[in-house]
Every structure is written in structure tokens, then in C-alpha cells.
């Protein structure tokens, strides 16, 4: 299937959209670079892990405290059994 992209000027809008998401792109992996800054300044300053401190951040983004207290107690749950099971082993 061949890709019609129509006359000079739906190009140029193409090329302009393409150009504009390359800059995007390009944002996006700075503000990475600069989270990952953020999160090893954490680290290195209160010891502690990024992948808590990035867990704790979107928790309270997404006011979703409760899901991951429950998906916390569910893992308890099942280290809970598997000491249980390995005891009986």
C-alpha cells in the first residue's frame, strides 16, 4: 500500500505535525532525565529507594492511595502463604 500524503501543502502540514512531535519527544526525555535527577538527589539526600518515592508520587497524583494499599496487602498476603508453604515443605 503505497502512502498518499495528498499535494505540497498537506506535505508541508505533515512535515510541520512530524516537527512538532520530534520537539515533544525531545521534552519528554528531558523532563526523564530531570525526574531521574530529582529521584537520585532523594536517594543520595533521605535514602530512599526512586522506585518507592516514584510509586508514592503517582499514588498521590492518581488519588489512588487505597488500590495500592490493597495491591500492598495482597502481596503481604501471598509472602504471608509462601512462608507458610515452604515451612510445611
Do not use: W
Not at 7 to 31: P, R, Y
Not at 58 to 66: C, D, E, G, I, Y
Amino acid at each position: 500500500m503505497a502512502i498518499n500524503l495528498g499535494g505540497d501543502n498537506e506535505k508541508k502540514k505533515f512535515a510541520t505535525n512530524c516537527a512538532s512531535i520530534i520537539q515533544a519527544l525531545k521534552e519528554v526525555e528531558t523532563l526523564k532525565e530531570d525526574i531521574k535527577a530529582y529521584l537520585t538527589s532523594i536517594k543520595d539526600e533521605f535514602g530512599l529507594k526512586p522506585a518507592l518515592v516514584r510509586k508514592a508520587i503517582k499514588a498521590h497524583m492518581n488519588q489512588n492511595l487505597n488500590e495500592v494499599q490493597e495491591e500492598t496487602r495482597d502481596v503481604e498476603t501471598i509472602v504471608d502463604v509462601l512462608g507458610k508453604a515452604s515451612n510445611k515443605l
